[in-house]
């Protein structure tokens, strides 16, 4: 299947810094990509979708001046979490869709995810 | 109502024996499902994918679709200790190729 990957895998940073999270896909081309995060035991909660050559799309509930999100090229959509605090501390876990996959792949729908970004904010 | 519901469990079944998964969804229209597997501390990874109503099997995996009663689930054959994971059910929402997912279920497969 594609591959997708992030960096860093994991970051501590002090309050009130911000910190960039990129998410690549490796080998294809991703014109969504979409930004969730994690909080331990529970489900992903999707924050953005990342289309390249626009703005995100953001779901209800997040902050988009909190959340920066870049999708520069058709392999690369950064997160940025800006004057992070404690409660910021979470999984962030990226995804991308393969529109050249069709149904080798998943089909329709189909995201691989990146490994995600631990963020532990002191 | 949540779009997407499974059961949190934890579902625990002896090694060898068969785990089943459910998923119930909401929107009538939805057209793809998918199951994914996530271990602690990791990302999901896919399992299954099913558009169809009926069975599709994959090794040890069988995905059942029923669109008429929205209900979508996973059934996990000789079931190992390395099976023990949280399952999550997604499913398309039409809208920019969206997942909506459900909380997932805690497998426990003992030895």
């Known amino acids: 299947g594609a591959v997708v990957s992030q960096h860093p895998s994991r970051v501590i940073c002090k309050s009130g810094t911000s910190v960039k999270i990129e998410c690549r896909s490796l080998?294809?081309?991703?014109?969504?990509m979409f930004w969730y995060r994690q909080f331990p035991k529970k489900s992903l909660m999707l924050m953005a979708t990342?289309?390249?050559?626009?703005?995100?799309?953001?779901e209800q509930g997040v902050e988009k001046d909190k959340f920066l999100i870049n999708h520069a090229s058709l392999t690369l959509s950064t997160l940025t979490v800006t004057s992070a605090h404690p409660e910021d501390s979470s999984f962030y876990i990226c995804?991308?869709?393969?529109?050249?996959?069709?149904?080798?792949?998943?089909?329709?729908?189909?995201?691989?995810f990146g490994p995600g970004t631990r963020l532990t904010v002191l | 109502q949540k779009e997407v519901e499974q059961n949190s469990g934890p579902l625990s079944v002896p090694e060898g024996a068969i785990a089943s998964l459910n998923c119930t969804y909401s929107?009538?229209?939805?057209?793809?499902f998918f199951w994914y597997r996530q271990y602690s501390g990791k990302s999901p990874e896919l399992i299954m994918f099913?558009?169809?109503?009926g069975d599709k099997e994959d090794g040890r995996f069988t995905a059942q679709l029923n669109k008429a009663s929205q209900y979508v689930s996973l059934l996990i054959r000789d079931s190992q200790p390395s099976d023990s994971a949280t399952y999550l059910c997604?499913?398309?929402?039409?809208?920019?190729?969206?997942?909506?997912f459900g909380q997932g279920t805690e497998l426990s497969v003992k030895p």
């Open positions: 995804s991308a869709r393969d529109l050249g996959g069709g149904m080798k792949a998943g089909g329709r729908d189909e995201q691989f």
């Open positions: 080998d294809f081309q991703a014109t969504t």
């Open positions: 990342s289309n390249e050559g626009s703005k995100a799309t953001y």
């Open positions: 929107d009538r229209g939805s057209q793809s």
């Open positions: 099913i558009y169809s109503n």
């Open positions: 997604a499913v398309g929402s039409n809208q920019g190729g969206k997942l909506i």
